[in-house]
Structures are given as structure tokens and as C-alpha cells.
């Protein structure tokens, strides 16, 4: 394999930092880069360029406004944009919903929803998860049942992702119960404004509001809402995992916290002397830099197999599980750089035009946060328990 990137590819690596230099806004830029707060208005600005540009939609048919990036195009996009503070984009509308009404849904669903993910109108959330159903899905029991033109549902999800500025929910539901769990789930496109649903916030270590739970009580939806056929929701369900699973591993982000760690370990001073200098603190930012590195070629290797042809099989769930041990180490390492000032948290520090005064700098305000949030890494999106299964059955045939 050629590590090596071809003259195209960097030819595009030019027109992606060409184009972030004219039109990533500074004020976002300098909040993902400080791990500030930002705005549901800051991801729809930066959408609206991104779909200006033609490249919101990287993995779409350029029939429905999407370009067929290569991936390694989405591998030279996702280390130059994470190197710049580029937004982190909300999957649940463009990379998970979309690709499953693309593949599976009626024209009708695609003349509907497509332009509005495009054009930012529509703000999709995930409702998989219930508090009896996370790891073990096809367990999940709320309920849909059809009543003329229309299904009933009743029942409740879990840690629903930023649903709280979601118009729109995509849900697994139960319509048959006579059956294997697994045959018996059919997928729903619901309207957050139908009466009968509510969205409370759950509050997690960092303070932040970010997750949710959401009850439906006798919501009515129209039958035109289902995708596909009823009871074969589970396929569709699966074939937007691989979507959600794709790209966890996080390398183009792990690479800027490393670079963000090495910063903050020079101005720390431990003894006189920068911390980064310190013996033991230097070998285990070596430690993680060398995995990070490995998983940099693994993804490379996967990609390679990709671009061949292949289907990124178990190797992008032991992808997931290093990539987010290694993003938690260095949050970790970042966290231990501040030593005690990781301890009081104020979370008014992490507002972009926060005025007060900072208790440690403003460069360590996020750490601790940081620390607390990235713990769901390796819970969300097929827990790391969970992939660790699939590696051993898959490649080492346990
Ligand atoms: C921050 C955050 C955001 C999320 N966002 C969304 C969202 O937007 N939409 C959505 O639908 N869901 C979302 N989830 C839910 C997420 O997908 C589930 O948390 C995840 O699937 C694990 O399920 P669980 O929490 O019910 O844990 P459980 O399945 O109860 O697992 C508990 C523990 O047991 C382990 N375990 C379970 N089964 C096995 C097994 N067979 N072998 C070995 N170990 C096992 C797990 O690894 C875990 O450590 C989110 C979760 C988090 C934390």
C-alpha cells in the first residue's frame, strides 16, 4: 500500500484548505477550537456554507444535491477540517437518516425530505435507544399501532441526542409482537410537533444539556411516515448502523487534542521546568501519540480496502474501540496537565463572550468537561464492550 497521497488528492487537500481559509467564520472556529459552547444558529450557519459549496452531503448521489467524495477525500476532509475547528456535523439528518431514505424510502420521502436536510429546515434526532433496550435493541417495546391511515404510538426513548432543537425523529417501533423481536420493528419518521410528545432534558457529569428523553403518548402518525415495508424495520435500522459506526474512531480530532495537549503541557510549568519536559508526563504523551499514529495506518489500511472494493467489516469496530480509548487517554493526559485547577468547574468559562474572570486559564476551562463528555465515546454508537464481541467472533472466530 502507498502511503503517499496521489497528486489529486492533494490537489484537493489544497481546494479543502483554500476553502476553509475564505469561509470557516472566526467566531466558530475559535469556539470549537477553545471547546466553547456552540449554537444550534452556529451549526445551521455553517451548514448553509457547507451546502453552499455543494459538500454538506459527501456520501449522497449527486441526484439528490450530494457529492461522492472518495474516502479518502473524507479522510484528507476530516484531518483538515478538525485541524481548523470545524463544527462537528450532527449526523442524525445527513449521514444516518438520509442514507436509509435514499436506499429504502418511497420517491415521495425523497422529493420530501432530502432538500430539507440540504437546506437545514429540518433538524433530525435519533430515537433508537429505550431505557430497556440499548445494547439489546430488538428488545425495545414502544409501541405503534395502525388505527385506518394512520399508527398510534405509545412508549419512550432514551439519550436522544440534541433533541431538544429537533423537529424531526426518526424511531424504531414495535408492530408486532407475535413474532421474533427482530421481525416485529418497523422505522417511523415522526414529527416532533405532533401533539402527545414530550422531550425532557437529561443533565450529564459536564453540565451540559445535550441528551434527552422523549415520551409519546397516543401520538398519531401518518401511515406515509413509515419506511419501507412494516416489520422490516430492523434491516433498515442495521444498515444505518454501519452509517453511525463509520467514522468514530475520530482520528482527524484525536490528532488535534494531541496537538491542543502538547500546547498546554509546554506553558504548564512543573518544578520550573515546562511539564512537557517532565520524563514520566513525556512518555505517556509518546505513549498515546504512537497508538495514534498505528490507528492513523489502520484507518488508511481500511480506507485502502474500501477504495478497492472491500466492506469495512470488523475492523472498523476494533477502529472504534483504539480510536476512543485513545481520544479518552489524551483527555485524560490534558486533564492531569491542569492538576488541581481540573477540580472547580465553572461552567459560564465555556460561554464564547464570557466576561469574568478565568480561575486557571481560559485554555484549561474546557478540560474537565471534556473529560466527563468524551466518556460516552465509548458507550454510544454500539458500546466498546460490544465491539470488543464482535472482534472476537469476527476475526479471532471465538
Ligand atoms: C451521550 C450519549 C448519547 C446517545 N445518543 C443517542 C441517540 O441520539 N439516540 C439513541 O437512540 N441512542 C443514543 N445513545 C444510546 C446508546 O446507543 C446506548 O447508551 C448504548 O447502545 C448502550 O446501551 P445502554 O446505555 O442501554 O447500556 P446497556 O446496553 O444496558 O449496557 C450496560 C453495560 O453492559 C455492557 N454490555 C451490554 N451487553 C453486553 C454484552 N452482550 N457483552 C458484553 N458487555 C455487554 C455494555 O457495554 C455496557 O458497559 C446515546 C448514549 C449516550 C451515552
Same mark, same amino acid.
Do not use: C
Given at each position: 500500500m502507498n502511503m503517499n497521497y496521489t497528486a489529486e488528492e492533494l490537489a484537493f487537500r489544497d481546494e479543502v484548505r483554500a476553502f476553509l481559509d475564505e469561509k470557516l467564520p472566526a467566531d466558530i472556529s475559535a469556539k470549537v477550537k477553545g471547546a466553547r459552547h456552540l449554537s444550534k444558529e452556529d451549526h445551521q450557519r455553517w451548514q448553509k456554507i457547507l451546502t453552499a459549496q455543494g459538500w #454538506?452531503?459527501?456520501?449522497?448521489?449527486?441526484? #439528490?444535491? @450530494?457529492v461522492e467524495w472518495s474516502p479518502i477525500q473524507k479522510h484528507i476532509w476530516d484531518e483538515e477540517s478538525c485541524h481548523y475547528g470545524v463544527p462537528r456535523s450532527?449526523?442524525? @439528518?445527513?449521514?444516518?437518516v438520509a442514507p436509509v431514505i435514499i436506499q429504502f424510502g418511497n420517491e415521495e420521502q425523497k422529493q420530501t425530505y432530502l432538500p430539507r436536510i440540504l437546506s437545514g429546515e429540518d433538524w433530525w434526532c435519533q430515537g433508537y435507544s429505550e431505557p430497556g433496550a440499548g445494547?439489546? &435493541? !430488538?428488545? &425495545?417495546?414502544?409501541r405503534a399501532v395502525r388505527e385506518g391511515d394512520h399508527y398510534i404510538v405509545n412508549g419512550q426513548k432514551t439519550w436522544t441526542t440534541l433533541g431538544q432543537h429537533a423537529n424531526m425523529i426518526f424511531c424504531l417501533v414495535?408492530?408486532?409482537? =407475535?413474532?421474533?423481536p427482530q421481525a416485529g420493528i418497523s422505522f417511523l419518521l415522526i414529527?416532533?410537533?405532533?401533539?402527545?410528545i414530550s422531550v425532557r432534558p437529561i443533565i450529564t457529569l459536564d453540565g451540559e444539556h445535550e441528551v434527552n428523553e422523549v415520551f409519546f403518548e397516543d401520538v398519531k402518525v401518518p401511515?406515509?411516515? /413509515?419506511? @419501507?415495508? =412494516?416489520?422490516?424495520?430492523w434491516t433498515y435500522a442495521k444498515f444505518l448502523l454501519t452509517y453511525e459506526r463509520t467514522? &468514530? !474512531? @475520530?482520528i482527524g480530532m484525536s490528532k488535534a487534542a494531541l496537538s491542543h495537549l502538547k500546547t498546554l503541557a509546554s506553558r504548564r510549568l512543573k518544578n520550573g521546568r515546562? /511539564?512537557?519536559?517532565?520524563t514520566a508526563f513525556s512518555q505517556r504523551i509518546a505513549k498515546v501519540e504512537i497508538d495514534l499514529t498505528a490507528a492513523t495506518i489502520s484507518n488508511l489500511r481500511i480506507i485502502d480496502a474500501v477504495e478497492g472494493g472491500g466492506m469495512p467489516g470488523a475492523e472498523s469496530s476494533m477502529l472504534k474501540v483504539k480510536g476512543t480509548e485513545i481520544r479518552q487517554a489524551i483527555n485524560d493526559l490534558a486533564r492531569r496537565a491542569i492538576g488541581p485547577y481540573a477540580i472547580p468547574f465553572v461552567?459560564? =468559562?465555556?460561554? #464564547?463572550d464570557y466576561e469574568g474572570e478565568f480561575l486557571s486559564d481560559e485554555n484549561a476551562a474546557p478540560l474537565s468537561a471534556q473529560y466527563f463528555n468524551n466518556r460516552k465515546l465509548s458507550i454510544f454508537g454500539g458500546s466498546n464492550e460490544i465491539q470488543k464481541n464482535i472482534v472476537s467472533k469476527m476475526i479471532l472466530g471465538l
Open positions: #454538506y452531503a459527501t456520501h449522497w448521489p449527486e441526484q #439528490y444535491g @450530494g450532527i449526523p442524525f @439528518g445527513v449521514n444516518m445494547s439489546d &435493541l !430488538a428488545s &425495545l417495546k414502544t414495535r408492530t408486532n409482537t =407475535e413474532v421474533k414529527d416532533m410537533n405532533t401533539p402527545g401511515v406515509e411516515n /413509515l419506511i @419501507g415495508e =412494516e416489520d422490516k424495520g467514522g &468514530l !474512531a @475520530g515546562p /511539564l512537557i519536559e517532565d461552567e459560564e =468559562e465555556l460561554d #464564547y
